[in-house]
């Protein structure tokens, strides 16, 4: 769990003790091996976690999907009972799980309802066809159960036993060079890339609200680096059949990145937001890099004084097993929901046709093979980050899937979630603006996606 | 002398003019009320997070933040702030329960007639399940 605010008071005092060592360097080791390190997987090259996820699938596949079946009906009847019927929660975490608002209640009772139809087979074709019941609960939500399984887990190794701040401290200076921003904000970005987006913008903004961003750095951060994390990164390209070129993906994906960090900052809406600080605000100093010290130094002393405050063994069991009951039971139902609906629309109504109908000529003109397929992506993912590679998941053409598969990640505005966030979070952005960026995400990633799978990656 | 204790709802997130509210609150402190200031962080679809527990409590964090400065702009003082994560008017409701409020004192939002209609609003919620009065300013 991430806990700025003591991170700043710890960094105050250099706990440079054996303990606090191992403390800092063991969970990082591990969580950089199971995320970061290529190990041979089939014919090809994948991560630890991608073998794991793979290996969960493969020995406990019905098992998953009958956890599925499990997971969302208990989630639609405990939200039922404890929202709306007689159950009082009697803990703040079981108001924070099953206690919510009638859209929400709505959607996990229909996540239980499209997962038991289509587990049992006893749905109409709309819900059980491959397409749509057997490209959500049959592939992306046994892979996603496992992925939490997992993540929950192994990823607060990457950002909470001080791996973050030490990579983030080394990339500081390069931040600043290229991207004209705080040194800070290598570290802000890499809690998305390493954690989970929507914690990203919330530890930027965050930041903006002590003074060391301004509104434009804190929404340059919260727009360019807010992507979503490895695993994710991975769930997708299984999805659309890719796992096998993992490794060139995510490069894809990192080089996407990064030419969008060069461009938005550069061009409204964000070159037009104020470079003012938060009214009232005083600390302006990035503390990230001291005077005197080195990078290394800088990446120590953070890394150690986060490795200070995270969690002992007990509280990091406690805390993977608290996210993960809160996922599963929480979002994983309304995900099903939410991507079922969308999938129907494809395949039943006109309506992304009719939205995707003039990037068709565009897509044609830049030589994609099924176009017409792959035209709904370049707009879907302003809704979810999911959309583009569950329509996606069926084109023939690898190149094309693989375009699809880049703009799931790299459009990265997704209303659902990090855009609704950046939206509450009063930096200055409102959706005409957030439909802008998405906008120029989407036309700097499309052509370079195109490039490197044509000429790079197949 | 009095034992009136009011909890005050503020949705940090609208630049609504607080004038009217801040009067009523001003007038009922000096008479010696508690005043207790709370903002609630609505539920938000963490699709993608792998820590969803950590989001939220940066997220009521943030809202803390908001709070606090709307609390300094008060002109009177406020005893206590709050904030809660999930739907809001029950979590209004949660905490005019713990605190024993004897008042709600809320702002009437400015909805679209077809928002409110299909929605509801928060103030007529709370207005409905209340254990104490409510008050609701329409500005």
């Given at each position: 769990m991430t806990i700025p605010e003591s991170v700043a008071a710890a960094v105050q005092s250099d706990d440079r003790s054996t303990s606090n060592w191992l403390k800092f360097v063991?969970?990082?080791?591990?969580?950089?091996?199971?995320?970061?390190?290529?190990?041979?997987?089939?014919?090809?090259?994948?991560i630890p976690f991608g073998v794991m996820v793979d290996w969960l699938n493969g020995n406990f596949g019905a098992l998953l999907k009958w956890a599925l079946v499990v997971v969302t009906m208990a989630s639609a009847v405990l939200t039922l009972w404890y929202s709306y019927g007689p159950g009082k929660p009697s803990t703040p975490m079981m108001v924070q799980y099953f206690r919510t608002t009638a859209v929400w209640t709505g959607l996990r009772c229909l996540g239980a309802v499209f997962t038991i139809l289509y587990t049992t087979g006893t749905g109409p074709e709309w819900i059980i066809s491959g397409a749509t019941g057997g490209t959500v609960v049959g592939a992306l939500m046994t892979n996603l159960l496992a992925l939490f399984a997992l993540a929950s887990f192994g990823l607060p190794l990457l950002s909470d036993y001080g791996f973050m701040e030490f990579v983030g401290a080394l990339l500081s200076r390069t931040f600043h060079f290229l991207f004209r921003l705080p040194g800070r904000s290598a570290i802000d970005?890499?809690?998305?890339?390493?954690?989970?987006?929507?914690?990203?913008?919330?530890?930027?903004?965050?930041?903006?609200?002590?003074?060391?961003?301004?509104?434009?750095?804190?929404?340059?951060?919260?727009?360019?680096?807010?992507?979503?994390?490895?695993?994710?990164?991975?769930?997708?390209?299984?999805?659309?059949?890719?796992?096998?070129?993992?490794f060139a993906y995510y490069g894809c994906v990192l080089i996407i990145g990064f030419a969008c960090a060069l461009v938005l900052p550069r061009v409204p809406p964000l070159s037009r937001l104020p470079d003012d600080y938060k009214a009232g605000t005083t600390n302006h100093?990035?503390?990230?890099?001291?005077?005197?010290e080195t990078l290394v130094q800088a990446g120590t002393r953070l890394g150690l004084a986060r490795a200070r405050i995270a969690p002992n063994f007990p509280e990091f069991i406690k805390n993977g097993f608290d996210n993960l009951v809160f996922m599963w039971f929480s979002l994983v139902p309304a995900t099903v929901a939410i991507a079922m609906i969308a999938l129907v629309l494809v395949e039943y109504t006109p309506v992304f046709h009719w939205l995707s109908a003039p990037f068709v000529p565009i897509l044609n003109w830049a030589g994609l093979a099924e176009a017409e397929a792959a035209a709904p992506s370049l707009v879907v993912g302003f809704a979810d980050m999911y959309l583009p590679a569950l329509i996606g998941k069926s084109i023939e053409s690898q190149e094309t899937r693989f375009l699809v598969a880049i703009l799931s990640v790299s459009q990265l505005i997704y209303m659902s979630e990090v855009g609704a966030i950046l939206l509450r979070s009063n930096l200055g952005l409102n959706i005409g603006q957030l439909a802008m960026i998405f906008v120029i995400r989407t036309i700097i990633a499309t052509p370079i996606a195109i490039f490197l799978a044509h000429y790079v990656v197949f | 002398?009095?034992?009136?204790?009011?909890?005050?709802?503020?949705?940090?997130?609208?630049?609504?003019?607080?004038?009217?509210?801040?009067?009523?609150?001003?007038?009922?402190?000096?008479?010696?009320a508690t005043i207790v200031f709370m903002t609630v962080v609505p539920e938000i679809y963490l699709a993608t997070d792998t820590d969803p527990k950590g989001?939220?409590?940066?997220?009521?964090?943030?809202?803390?933040?908001?709070?606090?400065a709307v609390a300094e702009a008060a002109p009177f003082k406020v005893d206590r702030q709050v904030v809660r994560y999930g739907?809001?008017?029950?979590?209004?409701?949660?905490?005019?329960?713990?605190?024993?409020?004897?008042?709600?004192?809320?702002?009437?939002?400015?909805?679209?007639?077809?928002?409110a209609y299909a929605l509801?609003?928060?103030?007529?919620?709370?207005?409905?399940?209340a254990h104490c009065s409510v008050t609701v300013l329409r500005h």
């Amino acid at each position: 769990m991430t806990i700025p605010e003591s991170v700043a008071a710890a960094v105050q005092s250099d706990d440079r003790s054996t303990s606090n060592w191992l403390k800092f360097v063991i969970p990082s080791t591990l969580g950089a091996a199971l995320f970061l390190m290529p190990v041979p997987g089939g014919d090809t090259w994948t991560i630890p976690f991608g073998v794991m996820v793979d290996w969960l699938n493969g020995n406990f596949g019905a098992l998953l999907k009958w956890a599925l079946v499990v997971v969302t009906m208990a989630s639609a009847v405990l939200t039922l009972w404890y929202s709306y019927g007689p159950g009082k929660p009697s803990t703040p975490m079981m108001v924070q799980y099953f206690r919510t608002t009638a859209v929400w209640t709505g959607l996990r009772c229909l996540g239980a309802v499209f997962t038991i139809l289509y587990t049992t087979g006893t749905g109409p074709e709309w819900i059980i066809s491959g397409a749509t019941g057997g490209t959500v609960v049959g592939a992306l939500m046994t892979n996603l159960l496992a992925l939490f399984a997992l993540a929950s887990f192994g990823l607060p190794l990457l950002s909470d036993y001080g791996f973050m701040e030490f990579v983030g401290a080394l990339l500081s200076r390069t931040f600043h060079f290229l991207f004209r921003l705080p040194g800070r904000s290598a570290i802000d970005g890499l809690a998305s890339w390493l954690g989970a987006a929507a914690l990203g913008v919330m530890l930027t903004v965050q930041q903006y609200d002590k003074g060391v961003y301004t509104t434009r750095e804190a929404a340059v951060v919260a727009t360019n680096f807010s992507i979503v994390s490895i695993p994710f990164c991975y769930v997708i390209a299984k999805l659309v059949g890719l796992s096998d070129v993992f490794f060139a993906y995510y490069g894809c994906v990192l080089i996407i990145g990064f030419a969008c960090a060069l461009v938005l900052p550069r061009v409204p809406p964000l070159s037009r937001l104020p470079d003012d600080y938060k009214a009232g605000t005083t600390n302006h100093i990035d503390t990230t890099v001291r005077e005197g010290e080195t990078l290394v130094q800088a990446g120590t002393r953070l890394g150690l004084a986060r490795a200070r405050i995270a969690p002992n063994f007990p509280e990091f069991i406690k805390n993977g097993f608290d996210n993960l009951v809160f996922m599963w039971f929480s979002l994983v139902p309304a995900t099903v929901a939410i991507a079922m609906i969308a999938l129907v629309l494809v395949e039943y109504t006109p309506v992304f046709h009719w939205l995707s109908a003039p990037f068709v000529p565009i897509l044609n003109w830049a030589g994609l093979a099924e176009a017409e397929a792959a035209a709904p992506s370049l707009v879907v993912g302003f809704a979810d980050m999911y959309l583009p590679a569950l329509i996606g998941k069926s084109i023939e053409s690898q190149e094309t899937r693989f375009l699809v598969a880049i703009l799931s990640v790299s459009q990265l505005i997704y209303m659902s979630e990090v855009g609704a966030i950046l939206l509450r979070s009063n930096l200055g952005l409102n959706i005409g603006q957030l439909a802008m960026i998405f906008v120029i995400r989407t036309i700097i990633a499309t052509p370079i996606a195109i490039f490197l799978a044509h000429y790079v990656v197949f | 002398m009095t034992s009136e204790t009011v909890l005050v709802p503020i949705n940090v997130g609208s630049e609504t003019d607080r004038a009217a509210l801040f009067a009523q609150l001003a007038e009922r402190a000096g008479r010696g009320a508690t005043i207790v200031f709370m903002t609630v962080v609505p539920e938000i679809y963490l699709a993608t997070d792998t820590d969803p527990k950590g989001t939220i409590e940066a997220m009521q964090e943030h809202a803390g933040v908001l709070l606090a400065a709307v609390a300094e702009a008060a002109p009177f003082k406020v005893d206590r702030q709050v904030v809660r994560y999930g739907p809001v008017a029950p979590a209004i409701l949660d905490v005019a329960g713990e605190i024993g409020a004897t008042l709600i004192l809320i702002n009437a939002r400015q909805k679209g007639r077809a928002v409110a209609y299909a929605l509801g609003s928060v103030a007529s919620r709370v207005a409905n399940h209340a254990h104490c009065s409510v008050t609701v300013l329409r500005h």
